[in-house]
């Protein structure tokens, strides 16, 4: 099998400017560089550390629009911030709900681009799996979204943005005064979306930082997981500046399959791949780094296929759970699902080698929201089987 296509980014991403007025989003901007900003635009200096801690409560822990709602901040001052600044997140175009529960947001940003994030209600938690890149360089053979071309990064503020537009869309926010409740119904976020988020590094890791701010949206670390294809060089980086749980878009146990399936790995192979996952610093038996495997008939689902996979993460020790993904079709995909019988001996296999082995549950994929298949609309132009296959390499 051999692989032509892509495995870095093919266009440079440039600073843009605010479209809406020339306002400043205050979404998105690291404490630090709000409270420069704040003073930028007339905050006397000594006072900035403070209006920033009380602006960010505002917007990330009660979910304010309004500078006129901040009602701790004298209204002089209110009416001099909303002159300047604004607090700006995507637009909602479309919403689907799936017969599951599970919500689909198509959300534009600046320069009317649009990605597509979805909610997962489950028993234990609700899950929101967010989108770093309009579109996808890697051009995964299997995913849907690995047919758009990569157009650019997202913003932190389009990033963060996202988690705010879902909290709005479940009237999640807390009231500022009432009880506390401890109950989320967004309580973790997966960067599983469109796009690689290692490859957006910087943008991923200020958006994850305010996402996690105790005095803001608050979520632990540890309920944040981000999925890479194996951007070899930044894995160290999530650890030390990030702090989240990993996931690896895996996949394969053989270069040759791995090349046409995720073709990264003929910039960084499996063992490369690998010896970067054995020395993760936050890598843990409580931590452990999550290998997504999915499940191709004929491809990649074979018991030597199981018995690779196991020896991989024996040879370099690494604390694993593989999450096995029944491949969700769409329109002119050149894979089929493998059959339920052989997911589950594939799982039995990992399972008796003393390795969690879930089999994810679709959700979503009545509304195209399933793993693999999310796709901004407007670049949703269908193509043949054979164009897919030509492109990813197989022919």
């Known amino acids: 099998m051999?692989?032509?296509?892509?495995?870095?980014?093919?266009?440079?991403?440039?600073?843009?400017k605010d479209p809406e007025g020339g306002k400043i989003n205050l979404v998105g901007l690291t404490r630090d560089r709000m409270r420069e900003v704040l003073?930028?635009?007339?905050?006397?200096?000594?006072?900035?550390?403070?209006?920033?801690?009380?602006?960010?409560?505002w917007i990330y822990q009660w979910g304010k629009r309004d500078f006129a709602e901040m009602t701790n901040l004298a209204k002089a001052y209110r009416a001099q911030l909303a002159e300047t600044f604004e607090i700006r997140?995507?637009?909602?175009?479309?919403?689907?709900?799936?017969?599951?529960?599970?919500?689909k947001y198509?959300?534009?940003?600046?320069?009317?681009?649009?990605?597509?994030?979805?909610y997962i209600p489950e028993d234990d938690r609700g899950t929101l799996c967010i989108s770093s890149q309009v579109g996808c360089t890697l051009t995964c053979s299997?995913?849907?979204?690995?047919?758009?071309?990569?157009?650019?990064?997202?913003?932190?503020?389009?990033?963060?943005?996202?988690?705010?537009?879902?909290?709005?869309?479940?009237?999640?926010?807390?009231?500022p005064g009432a009880p506390k409740e401890e109950t989320r119904l967004l309580s973790n976020i997966v960067l599983m979306g469109m796009g690689e988020p290692l490859y957006n590094f910087d943008n991923v890791r200020d958006a994850m930082k305010i996402a996690m701010d105790p005095e803001g949206i608050s979520l632990?670390?540890?309920?944040?997981?981000?999925?890479?294809?194996?951007?070899v060089p930044e894995i160290a980086r999530t650890a030390q500046e990030i702090g989240c749980l990993l996931a690896i878009s895996f996949h394969a146990t053989t270069n040759e399959t791995r090349d046409v399936l995720v073709p990264i790995n003929k910039r960084w192979n499996i063992?490369?791949?690998?010896?970067?996952?054995?020395?993760?610093?936050?890598?843990?038996?409580?931590?452990?780094?999550?290998?997504?495997?999915?499940?191709?008939?004929?491809?990649?689902?074979?018991?030597?296929?199981?018995?690779?996979?196991?020896?991989?993460?024996?040879?370099?020790?690494?604390?694993?759970?593989?999450?096995?993904?029944?491949?969700?079709?769409?329109?002119?995909?050149?894979?089929?699902?493998?059959?339920?019988?052989?997911?589950?001996?594939?799982?039995?296999?990992?399972?008796?080698?003393?390795?969690?082995s879930p089999i994810r549950k679709t959700r979503g994929d009545d509304i195209m929201a399933a793993c693999g298949q999310l796709k901004s609309a407007t670049e949703r132009a269908r193509k043949s089987r054979k164009q897919i296959e030509a492109e990813a390499g197989m022919k």
């Open 271 to 356: 063992d490369e791949l690998l010896q970067a996952l054995a020395d993760y610093p936050k890598a843990s038996n409580s931590e452990r780094i999550t290998f997504e495997y999915v499940m191709l008939d004929g491809v990649n689902d074979t018991d030597e296929d199981a018995h690779r996979l196991i020896d991989h993460i024996k040879r370099y020790n690494i604390p694993a759970k593989i999450n096995l993904i029944p491949f969700n079709e769409w329109p002119g995909s050149p894979y089929k699902r493998s059959s339920n019988n052989r997911i589950r001996a594939f799982a039995n296999i990992i399972y008796q080698a003393g390795y969690a």
């Open 89 to 103: 997140v995507p637009e909602v175009v479309s919403k689907q709900v799936s017969t599951d529960g599970t919500r």
């Open 2 to 16: 051999t692989a032509s296509a892509p495995i870095t980014q093919d266009v440079l991403t440039l600073p843009r």
């Open 106 to 118: 198509l959300v534009r940003i600046a320069g009317s681009h649009e990605v597509e994030v979805v």
């Open 220 to 231: 632990s670390r540890r309920r944040i997981t981000l999925s890479t294809s194996g951007v």
């Open 39 to 57: 003073i930028e635009h007339g905050t006397p200096e000594k006072q900035a550390k403070m209006r920033v801690g009380q602006i960010w409560q």
């Open 142 to 175: 299997f995913c849907h979204t690995g047919t758009q071309k990569l157009v650019r990064n997202l913003t932190p503020a389009e990033i963060v943005g996202q988690v705010m537009m879902a909290r709005d869309d479940l009237e999640e926010w807390p009231v």
